[in-house]
């Protein structure tokens, strides 16, 4: 003897969305925001799992990256300035290499 299995039981459908979260596609606007986007400059990135667990939210992320922008700002700076020692091309002076010997 077989059981029941799935096509025994009925085939009542239910609805398990909450009311609150009813959509009514009808009233949606295509591209809503879109123009809004555009005008104000967006850029969607997408993170590694792993990167994204390190983060709690955009507003983390963005501190993230401005601290590293500063870093990488003054660190590009400070090697400018100490590779810049003993060459006179970078001191303001012109060399003529072939009088050098």
Request: net charge positive.
């Amino acid at each position: 003897m077989k059981g029941k299995g799935m096509k025994g039981r009925s085939k009542k459908i239910q609805d398990e969305l909450r009311p609150e979260y009813n959509f009514d596609y009808s009233k949606a606007v295509r591209g809503k925001y879109y123009k809004r986007l555009m005008e104000e400059g967006s850029n969607v990135v997408i993170l590694e799992p792993d990167v994204a667990k390190a983060f709690q939210d955009s507003v983390s992320v963005n501190e993230a990256l401005r601290s590293l922008l500063d870093i990488t700002r003054s660190t590009r700076r400070l090697t400018r300035r100490s590779s810049c020692q003993g060459k006179p091309e970078t001191l303001g002076f012109r060399v003529n290499r072939d009088e050098i010997g």
